[in-house]
């Protein structure tokens, strides 16, 4: 099972470049969904684009790696549980504290209106990942 953890992070270290190719665009059209909704000026958007991109950058790789995770929890040897649950509970560290970064970053640069209208909108529970399944 240990080699199918090394070969799981070497196939996700080859992989990166292409799936953070895709990245930039899902923190654009968060930023726009966020422009929409609480008229953000340009350069809170120019802020914002930055914050969401470093955020994704922060968890393009976790989703695979907390499935190679799960999948060896699963194993029924005990030394790959254990092992894949520490996993497990790095990953998740490492996404929520991506995701409470940066929705902290970016509540910062709002004004107080904004700031009232984004909690209204859930913004601070939905970007702090606690609402996300992998």
């Known amino acids: 099972m240990t080699r199918r953890f090394v ?9 990166a470049p292409v799936v953070f190719g895709q990245r930039p665009q899902a923190a654009a059209n968060r930023v726009a969904r966020l422009t929409t909704l609480l008229t953000l000026s340009a350069g809170q ?19 695979a790696s907390m499935k190679t995770a799960r999948t060896a929890v699963q194993s029924n040897d005990l ?3 254990n092992t ?7 990953l998740t560290t490492t ?3 991506a995701h409470a970064t940066a ?8 004004t107080p ?3 009232a209208q984004y ?9 702090g990942g606690l609402d996300r399944r992998h």
Do not use: M, P
């Open 119 to 127: 909690k209204q909108l859930g913004g601070l529970r939905e970007a």
């Open 79 to 81: 030394a790959d549980i």
């Open 113 to 115: 209106a904004q700031q």
């Open 45 to 63: 958007q120019a802020e914002a684009t930055r914050i969401f991109t470093t955020e994704q950058t922060a968890v393009s790789g976790l989703g």
């Open 103 to 110: 929705n902290a970053a970016f509540y910062a640069q709002l």
């Open 7 to 15: 070969t799981a992070f070497i196939c996700l270290a080859i992989a």
């Open 84 to 90: 894949a649950a520490a996993t497990i509970g790095t």
């Open 95 to 97: 996404e929520t504290a």
